[in-house]
């Protein structure tokens, strides 16, 4: 690793540190930068640990035992991972670092600053990987003893059985995999817990707060069912609460450590926030999500009138809804349906249904009881019973809310889920069988197979209520059976239909149609599959890219025994200017699109990919007219995916484009000169490289200057922090894949807002 100091200060570090810091390093880096009311904190780095493990001579020892390892061996595992970390705890820490860090906590405060010790492994926080729980956390921390000996206890934490476990499932080395920790002032906490900025099973646009008495803890472990507050962003008010009845708070102990304390009856039932705060904490999370551009989980305190950030990481559960298929029937349906005897209710936490038998969990040791396909009944996870939930087919808990551990796991699991239904352990029995509905929280005697209903409309009924946005939000599409899918999103339209696919899946080159006479078969075809998508989008835009298939692609069809062999297809023949080149080929293509347009189909525009100056396009025009096409109404437009196609883009206005459309994939790779199938240089792939922006801001400027549409259909088009990037600059549309749409919308959504405000302020 590059040689890094053994501390770092939050105000020194940003999120591009994580390999130094961790993930919860990095995140309270980046968040202090952009002024979130994040407690002061400093980080032991992981540069300190390795150093800690080569300077004691204890590395290749600690790595030797864990080679080979089977992690589904329970007892090979507690053994293993127990005999790591009395290594790890038997050497003393190297002096120099004894110095540094003390020094450190030295600067926090003059008499002792109370901290909390978190660790923050180099691999935690992922945007595809929580790693939740999987190492310890010390709070109520007093004095340079208890400091050393808390960070050290970090350290070895990063071999418990859960961790090395857990590393293995997701496929990362140990010894890639180091930790840093985290030293922080401790908040002492009148009120805390967990937000999500968008709704953790959904995705939809809403903050779930949920909060506690006390110190966090007792809402991350799910010692306790705490309050859940549901602030919607759009309206800016808070539109559904829970208060939950809370038995119990955890606050510091002395010195060192922490104590569970019970609540009096007032104090169980009463509301911990107010609405104020909860829309305070609401407008912090939109902050970090807007900053980080994706939805973010966030722990929160609260003392007096001051809020606190204690820790924010990515969402790594969000499950879109399936868009329906057409004439599919609708599975959400089944929620309505009775599903049998109720025998308790809880809070939906993660979606499913699933029955089996019940083993009740009271202590870890009893995890051994649970066989693959039985429902985990417990008073609350924690970290150690991730290899039984890992089994199980549902889990249901006493305790907890939507952000509770078992709530978390669960979801990343696609486990069905029910926490917090009070007295599961009380009512169920060893062996029961019951069914859960992870969706609607809700436990059914026996096993019950959900029915299936018919009507589609179930789903849009249930649907929220659209997100209206002044740039229009459009759809990819390749396969008309697509369609309805595509259409069910509420898109304003088809940004990119790729005909390719259409005429990839006849197995046979258009030159094949030609050669034996098949021009109406082929034609017919196109037809079909176009009016398909047209018929699903009336009077909405439907853009139609015309052929592009690499010869590579066309090789392996009937017809394509004669395409010649390319070094690199992708810079080689396809694209307008293989069809200016094979004229019958496009004009087969024409053919189909002029009896579209004739049949009353004005809604279908046309764009050529692959130009490279403006007489490309004036020659493929000329050839439509000469076949026909009235080219003065006709909707043409260009693909932007060559460098040289957004530096013309003025003198392409004026040869007649209606629309232009950016194709990232290509344009990045042509400017920055990377193939994107060559794994040799995939890691130079870079969508925002400064070269591509100033192209692409470019383009939309000149567009709109002359009131042309300007659109983006590539895969950047679906990521939300570049399509941000892009409302900023004044696209006129984006196309996005089917299963982008709804955080597409939402995040051009959110941009919009933030432009008027600013403007609102600025005018003020």
């Known amino acids: 690793m590059k040689e890094m100091p053994n501390v770092l200060w939050l105000e020194e570090i940003k999120k591009e540190d994580i390999i130094s810091v961790g993930g919860k390093g990095a995140s309270l880096g980046e968040m202090t930068a952009i002024g979130l009311p994040v407690p002061k904190a400093f980080v032991v780095t992981a ?4 150093k800690f493990l080569v300077e004691t001579g204890i590395e290749d020892t600690l790595f030797r035992r864990l080679e080979r390892l089977d992690v589904d061996d329970n ?13 790890v705890l038997a050497v003393g820490i190297p002096d120099h670092i004894k110095a540094e860090v003390v020094d450190a906590y030295a600067r926090m405060g003059a008499n002792g600053t109370v901290v909390a010790v978190r660790s923050s492994a180099t691999a935690e926080d992922l945007p595809e990987a929580s790693f939740a729980g999987q190492q310890e956390t010390f709070l109520n921390i007093l004095g340079d003893d208890a400091l050393l000996d808390a960070v050290q206890r970090c350290w070895a934490s990063l071999y418990g059985a859960r961790a090395i476990y857990y590393r293995a499932k997701q496929g990362f080395d140990d010894r890639s995999v180091n930790i840093a920790v985290v030293v922080q002032e401790l908040i002492r906490s009148e009120k805390s817990g967990v937000m999500f900025t968008s709704h953790p099973v959904t995705g939809e646009p809403l903050t779930i707060v949920e909060g506690s008495w006390g110190l966090g803890e007792a809402v991350v472990s799910g010692s306790v069912s705490p309050d859940n507050y549901v602030f919607d962003l759009r309206s800016e008010r808070v539109v559904d609460r829970l208060i939950a009845e809370k038995e119990i708070m955890i606050v510091p102990e002395g010195k060192h450590g922490t104590k569970i304390v019970e609540l009096s009856a007032k104090e169980r039932t009463a509301p911990v926030l107010t609405d104020a705060e909860v829309a305070r904490l609401a407008m912090l999370g939109k902050i970090a999500e807007d900053h980080y551009g994706i939805p973010q989980d966030i722990e929160w305190a609260i003392v007096g009138d001051d809020v606190f950030i204690l820790q924010s990481r990515p969402i790594t559960t969000i499950r879109r809804p399936e868009i329906p298929r057409a004439g599919a029937e609708a599975a959400g349906q089944q929620k309505n349906t009775p599903l049998g005897v109720v025998l308790l209710e809880g809070q939906g936490a993660s979606p499913g249904i699933a029955s089996g038998r019940v083993v009740i969990v009271r202590d870890v040791k009893e995890t051994s009881a649970v066989k693959d396909g039985d429902i985990l009944v417990t008073k609350m996870t924690n970290p150690d019973m991730v290899p039984a939930m890992r089994r199980v087919s549902a889990i249901i808990t006493d305790e907890g809310g939507m952000t509770c551990h078992a709530a978390i796991v669960s979801r990343e699991l696609g486990t069905p889920a029910v926490v917090g239904t009070k007295k599961a352990t009380k009512i169920l029995n060893d062996g029961q069988i019951v069914t859960v509905d992870g969706e609607k929280g809700t436990i059914y005697e026996g096993a019950v197979e959900a029915p299936t209903a018919a009507a589609p409309a179930a789903v849009t009924a249930a649907a929220p209520a659209p997100v209206i946005t002044g740039t229009l939000v459009k759809v990819n599409v390749s396969l008309p059976e697509a369609a309805q899918r595509a259409a069910a999103t509420g898109a304003d339209g088809v940004g990119l239909l790729r005909i390719e696919h259409l005429i990839l899946g006849l197995s046979k080159t258009p030159g094949w149609y030609i050669e034996h006479d098949e021009e109406e078969t082929f034609i017919a075809e196109l037809y079909t599959g176009i009016k398909t998508v047209l018929d699903a989008f009336p009077g909405k835009p439907v853009w139609v890219r015309t052929l592009d298939a690499p010869t590579d692609e066309f090789r392996n069809m009937e017809g394509g025994e004669d395409e010649p062999l390319e070094h690199n297809p992708m810079l080689g023949w396809r694209g307008i200017r293989r069809d200016l080149q094979s004229p019958g080929q496009f004009r087969l293509q024409v053919e189909a699109f002029k009896r579209l347009w004739a049949a009353g189909y004005d809604n279908l525009g046309v764009m050529f990919p692959m130009v ?3 007489r490309e396009f004036i020659k493929a025009r000329a050839m439509m007219a000469e076949w026909g096409v009235d080219v003065e109404t006709a909707t043409l437009g260009v693909m932007i995916e060559i460098p040289s196609s957004a530096i013309l883009v003025e003198d392409f206005i004026k040869a007649g484009i209606r629309f232009a459309s950016f194709g990232t994939n290509d344009l ?3 400017t920055l000169a990377i193939d994107r199938n060559n794994e040799n240089v995939a890691d130079m792939y870079e969508p925002e490289h ?20 300007c659109s983006i259909c590539g895969q950047a088009g679906s990521d939300p922090k570049m399509v941000t990037w892009l409302v900023e600059h004044g696209i006129s549309s984006v196309s996005a894949n089917i299963d982008a749409i709804p955080r597409i919308r939402e995040a051009v959504a959110r941009k919009e807002r933030q432009i008027l405000l600013d403007a609102a302020r600025r005018n003020a």
Not at 75 to 87: I, K, P, T
Not at 698 to 706: G, L, N
């Open 47 to 50: 540069q300190a640990f390795r």
């Open 75 to 87: 007892g090979a595992l507690e053994s293993v991972s127990r005999d790591v970390q009395d290594l």
């Open 690 to 709: 400064p070269a591509v922006l100033r192209l692409i801001d470019y383009a939309i400027q000149t567009c709109r200057a002359h009131g042309v549409e």
């Open 668 to 670: 990045i790779q042509y």
């Open 612 to 614: 490279n100056h403006p």
